[in-house]
Every structure is written in structure tokens, then in C-alpha cells.
């Protein structure tokens, strides 16, 4: 259930303009911005790019970046100003590709419907002026019950035309998995979006704001009706297309790569017409997220702001799940499924979930059963000893800092003095964010935290149980806090199922109980090493002769060696 290391990737969408010229009732914009002439100057669109250099280089669980070029309609502006812009940005992008493990790509989003042929040619010629490049990703969707295509689907034929006569060597095509959208069937898809050249297909479920509130409900299906539909498509799909979330799911389960099309991005930036930055793309206006306050990319310090003010949306993406997420075997991958319905009421997710859930787990059983998986122990370990490496080069900091020094200072400032140090949690700060949007701040930037006994006591139960799991799964392996306080509550939450599963794994492993596959699965090997590690009775004692935990606690010694290094030298 390890999620922290997962979520690795920015997804940046800049707004260049929110006008648009059609009027799809199931979209997440506000739809009075869909009327607003506003777009963003070039100074504004060039300075984005070197702002996220910054963000990348600030924040080391940033790994990843995607970039979309997003309205309203983006082809209302005049081609001439993405004549300027466009063939910055895929210079940027390439740039800034050179120093990923994992190349991200400009997507350049449009309806593809246009007012007359003049404007409509001089945009074809753009794309395919640009249209081989790598970074290069043309963006369209298909809607079939939005008013996208007009009354009685008016404009389907020709907007077809003009998706056919992109030439641009990546197109995708955005699906939106409606009531109308799974009656149609995968055979539709592949039958009529095909032949335009598309060769990939993005779907998604609906997204619950701005007109979407209204659309969501009555056009939603049961998520195993989803599921049906993406299984058939997985079966059916012709080799060198891909769709997501299958894409995705296959890269997690067989080489352990991160799985965020489900929205579950670690930074999720919108960035305004005029440089507004904002902390969830599908929230405009009184939905939008802004944090604690508004922040520009004009800011100079602006990598620090969006880095401590993301923290919100992060933690909920990585503390929040449905009940049913805890002990899935897929948990550690998806996290909880789609992002938006993880925080929306629950009743209106409860409505579509009785077969399936929204993170599909019957396709993520299919794409297991087709791609295989990898061994999540041996990488676990693999990650270990690389952080123990790291510490040898980085050593440890020689100054503790209480946050109490924070008070009077916005918490950026703050950060900015605690980077890579090491500072004592307090509880004094929680009125102004919550300790665990601060752990993750802290841990971004290098910073280690102490958290003693006291200052555990005088957080909420669910913050303490919320807290306990992340330390148990390794996602705040900045944080030192003594086992006894974790094996203390644990005792006293005797019906809570993640104490069950601690107190299980120590009978286990005492060998006072038969092996325990559900302590040995690959989904718990974090929680297994850290009863390992953290247990009540001295190693010696360890009475279990389950291959599983044996190999464990000689990977743990191995990784202790390195540890052991770094101490003496």
C-alpha cells in the first residue's frame, strides 16, 4: 500500500484562454467563464516553463511532467499566437524531458470544431507543421450526449473530416464513459475513431463540477458496466493502440510504474489566463483550490508556494480512500480509484458500486491476468537500499528545529528554513496546517521530522490512525517516531482492521500462529518489514519459518549494513 512514491508526476494545464465556442453541458468549467475573452499574454505563457524547472528541482518526489495546452477552446485565438507559443513550448518540453526518466508530452487540447475554413486550414497547417515532433500530442474528444456536436449531431460528420485531416503523429481522442458511451459499445469506438488516425484513447469518467454537477447523476453507469466496457476493449484493442487507464495499469502491475490518469496526480496546477495558479484542473472558479492564498507566476516564489499549498489535494490523494480500498491488492497502485469521486458524498458514489468500485478492480484482475507482475518485495528492497545510499552521501542534520520557531511566518517561509534539517513536530501549527499536509511539505524538501508521544496524543484518532498508516507503509519515511506509540494504539484499537493486521503480522512472525498470507502479500511487504523491523521481542525470537519472512529479514540486514556505514563514517 506504499502510494508516496507513486504519485510522482505534475500534470501543468495552461489555460491560455477560457472562452469557448461550444457549450457541452456535462463540462467542469463554470460555464459563465465560457464567455470570458481573457487569454494569456506570452510573457505570462513563456514564464510558466522555468517555474516548473524550479518546482522539479525543489520538490524530490517530482519525477514527471505533463503539460496541456487547455481552454475553453484554445483554436479561438488568433493561429498567430500559436505560431509564437506552440513551438516554444515543445522546445521546453524537450528540454526539460532531457533530465526525466520519463518524457512527458505537450498536449495540445481542442474541440477541432471551428467557424469558418480559413481558420479551420490555417490550424490544420499548424499541426502539421509540428505534427511529428515527439513532444507533440493532438487532444480531441468525443461526446455523444453533451451538445458537443451540436442539435441532432450536426457538426459530427465534419469534425470527423477535420480529425482526419490532422496530420499529427499522436492523436488522441478523450472518451467519457456516459450512459449513451457504454450503450455505444467498444466496437464503436474502434470501428469509428480509428480510421481518423487516433491511436490512443483517453477515458475517463465524468468530472463532478462546474456544469458536470448537474450532467454527473443522471448520466452515470455502475462502474462494473465501466468495467465490462474497458475489459472487451482490452481484449479487442489492435496492437500499437493504447487506451488509458489500461495503458497505465499494465506499466504499474508488470514494471511497478505510477498509475495518476485517474486524476491522482501529485501536483494537478491550473494556471490561469493571467497567472493565477490554481491546485485541481477540473475546479474553476468558487470551486477552484487556491490554497492559502493566491499565487502568481509572477511570484519568485512561487515553486515554494504551490509546494507547500499543493499539500492539501496531496493528502487527500494520498490519505483518502473508500472503505472497501483497505487490503485490496491493488490499493498500492491505484490508491482509491478515480480522484474526484474519493472526495465527493459518499452517497453518490455508493449509488454505482455495488459490483465494482471506482478504481475498476475487475479490469486491474484482467490486466493482471494478461501482463503478470513484478516482485513487489525484491523492488521494495531495491528502494531501500538506494534511500540508505543517499543518506550515506547526504548525512544526517546536525540541527533540530521546533516548529514553534514557525509562529508569525507564512508556512513557506518557514519551509524554506527547514529545508533539509530536521525539525520537532508540534501541534501548535495544527490550526494552520494540519500535521500531515506538513509531513509531506517536509519530506518534499529533505526535511526530516520527530514526532514524540505527546504531541501524537493530542492529535484526532482519525489523524493518528491516518498517521500510524502511512508510517507502517513507508510513505513517511521521514518521520521518527518511537514503535511503542504505534504498538500502544494498535492495542487500544483492538476492532480497527489495520491493528488487526499489525497484530497478526506479530503472531506470524513469532510463529505462534500458521504463515499468514495476508502478512506475506505482496500489497503488505512494507507493513511486514516494519513489524519486522519495530517488534516488540528481540529479532532473535522470531520464530516463523515462512520463506517469505525469512528472505525479508535478510534483505532488512542487508540494508542495515548500508545504514550501518553511513553511521560511521
Not at 493566491?294 to 512561487?302: F, N
Not at 484482467?366 to 534511500?387: A, M, P, Q, W
Not at 511487504?525 to 519472512?549: H, K, M, T, Y
Amino acid at each position: 500500500m506504499h502510494k508516496a512514491r507513486r504519485l510522482n508526476q505534475a500534470n501543468i494545464s495552461i489555460t491560455a484562454t477560457r472562452w469557448c465556442n461550444r457549450r457541452c453541458t456535462h463540462c467542469y468549467i463554470d460555464p459563465k467563464e465560457l464567455s470570458n475573452r481573457e487569454y494569456m499574454s506570452s510573457e505570462t505563457f513563456r514564464a510558466i516553463f522555468p517555474r516548473v524547472r524550479e518546482l522539479l528541482a525543489l520538490d524530490s518526489g517530482l519525477d514527471e511532467v505533463e503539460w496541456e495546452l487547455i481552454g475553453g477552446e484554445i483554436t479561438s485565438l488568433p493561429v498567430e499566437y500559436w505560431q509564437e507559443n506552440l513551438p516554444y513550448a515543445l522546445d521546453q518540453c524537450r528540454d526539460i524531458n532531457a533530465g526525466l526518466k520519463t518524457p512527458g508530452s505537450i498536449n495540445l487540447l481542442s474541440n477541432m470544431i471551428f467557424s469558418n475554413e480559413v481558420k479551420r486550414q490555417d490550424y490544420l497547417d499548424l499541426f502539421e507543421k509540428y505534427g511529428d515532433r515527439d513532444e507533440m500530442c493532438l487532444y480531441t474528444s468525443w461526446e455523444p450526449d453533451t451538445n458537443r456536436f451540436g442539435k441532432n449531431m450536426a457538426l459530427f460528420e465534419r469534425w470527423k473530416e477535420t480529425v482526419k485531416e490532422a496530420n499529427v503523429r499522436q492523436k488522441i481522442l478523450d472518451v467519457i464513459l456516459t450512459k449513451e458511451t457504454v450503450a455505444k459499445g467498444p466496437e464503436y469506438l474502434l470501428e469509428t475513431f480509428l480510421p481518423l488516425g487516433i491511436n490512443d484513447f483517453s477515458i475517463k469518467m465524468i468530472s463532478p463540477y462546474g456544469s458536470g454537477r448537474s450532467f454527473w447523476q443522471p448520466n452515470m453507469v455502475p462502474f462494473d458496466k465501466m468495467s465490462d466496457y474497458l475489459c472487451k476493449l482490452l481484449d479487442m484493442v489492435p496492437e500499437g493502440i493504447t487506451f488509458t487507464p489500461a495503458d497505465e495499469m499494465s506499466g504499474a502491475v508488470f514494471r511497478g510504474t505510477s498509475y495518476q490518469c485517474i486524476g491522482n496526480f501529485r501536483y494537478d496546477l491550473a494556471i490561469e489566463p493571467n497567472g493565477l495558479t490554481t491546485f485541481n484542473a477540473n475546479q474553476t472558479t468558487d470551486e477552484a483550490s487556491v490554497g492559502s492564498g493566491l499565487i502568481t507566476v509572477d511570484d519568485p516564489d512561487w515553486s515554494w508556494k504551490v509546494l507547500s499549498d499543493n499539500t492539501t489535494e496531496l493528502d487527500n490523494k494520498l490519505s483518502v480512500y473508500h472503505d472497501y480500498c483497505f487490503q485490496c491488492e491493488f490499493h498500492s497502485y491505484c490508491a482509491g480509484g478515480w480522484y474526484h469521486y474519493r472526495v465527493a458524498a459518499p452517497e453518490d458514489v455508493r449509488a454505482w458500486d455495488s459490483k465494482d468500485c471506482p478504481g475498476y478492480k475487475n479490469l486491474w484482475r484482467k490486466v493482471h491476468d494478461k501482463f503478470g507482475t513484478y516482485n513487489r518485495h525484491i523492488h521494495v528492497h531495491r528502494e531501500s537500499l538506494y534511500r540508505a545510499r543517499e543518506a550515506n552521501g547526504r548525512g544526517a542534520s546536525p540541527m533540530v528545529l521546533s516548529e514553534t520557531r514557525a509562529h508569525g511566518q507564512a508556512f513557506y517561509e518557514w519551509l524554506m528554513k527547514a529545508s533539509g534539517l530536521t525539525v520537532d513536530l508540534s501541534n501548535e501549527l495544527d490550526r494552520n496546517k494540519p500535521m500531515m499536509e506538513r509531513i509531506w511539505a517536509y519530506q518534499a524538501v529533505g526535511t526530516s521530522c520527530l514526532l514524540s508521544p505527546e504531541a501524537f496524543k493530542l492529535l484526532s484518532p482519525a489523524e493518528q490512525r491516518t498517521l500510524i498508516e502511512h508510517v507502517v507503509y513507508d510513505d513517511f519515511h521521514n518521520l521518527s517516531i518511537d514503535s511503542s506509540v504505534i504498538w500502544a494504539w494498535a492495542d487500544f484499537n483492538l476492532n480497527d482492521p489495520l491493528s488487526a493486521l499489525l497484530l497478526r503480522g506479530e503472531k506470524s512472525i513469532a510463529g505462534k500462529t500458521p504463515s499468514d498470507s495476508l502478512i506475506t502479500a505482496d500489497h503488505n511487504v512494507e507493513l511486514l518489514r516494519w513489524v519486522l523491523g519495530n517488534g516488540r521481542q528481540p529479532s532473535a525470537s522470531i520464530g516463523s519459518s515462512d520463506p517469505v519472512i525469512t528472505a525479508t529479514v535478510n534483505r532488512l540486514r542487508s540494508e542495515a549494513r548500508i545504514s550501518n556505514r553511513s553511521a560511521l563514517s
